[in-house]
């Protein structure tokens, strides 16, 4: 039995039925192929506590951002491990990320972009099911942020079907 608080990661919409706000979601779950707007939730969750934290930096250094930067110069470092800030950008830029930002460092969207998949949705089936590794390890959750050291390090699981080259799934995806 847990002692923890149980809650959710992520808070819906204050207006559940706004036209223009559910479009705009529906547009970026098929461009990311995100399951459900739960995931969709959890991302902007999670982008909004790296602005708070952002701003408390800012706020406790009173606007130096050159303090604020040694201050959290961790979370720095994990923003910039993770591929979300540059290695030029400094911690006022965090306010200034979008939820497309955190998106694109889901393996989901890497393993698309770098053609093991032809699409989002393929690529997430083909890490569900076990057939993609990075640095040697079978990851199966979608949305785990990849570092930017081990983008290169994504490939087929070498017990996988889909690791020979003549596999038709893989074949559609390397054209």
Request: charged share 30%; glycine share 8%.
């Amino acid at each position: 039995m847990s002692t923890g608080k149980n809650t959710k990661g992520y808070e819906t919409p204050n207006h559940p039925y706004q036209g223009e706000r559910i479009a705009e979601e529906s547009d970026l779950l098929s461009r990311y192929g995100l399951k459900n707007k739960e995931e969709f939730w959890r991302a902007q969750s999670e982008l909004r506590n790296m602005r708070r934290e952002a701003r408390r930096l800012l706020g406790e250094a009173q606007g130096d951002v050159d303090a604020a930067q040694d201050a959290g110069a961790e979370f720095v470092a994990r923003l910039r491990r993770i591929g979300i800030l540059g290695d030029n950008d400094d911690i006022s830029t965090v306010l200034s990320l979008d939820v497309t930002d955190l998106l694109e460092r889901r393996l989901q969207t890497i393993v698309y972009r770098q053609g093991f998949a032809s699409s989002t949705q393929q690529a997430r089936q083909f890490i569900v099911h076990g057939h993609i590794t990075v640095n040697g390890a079978r990851v199966t959750r979608p949305s785990v942020k990849v570092d930017v050291d081990d983008e290169g390090a994504i490939a087929f699981d070498e017990t996988s079907p889909l690791a020979d080259d003549l596999h038709p799934e893989r074949a559609e995806s390397q054209e």
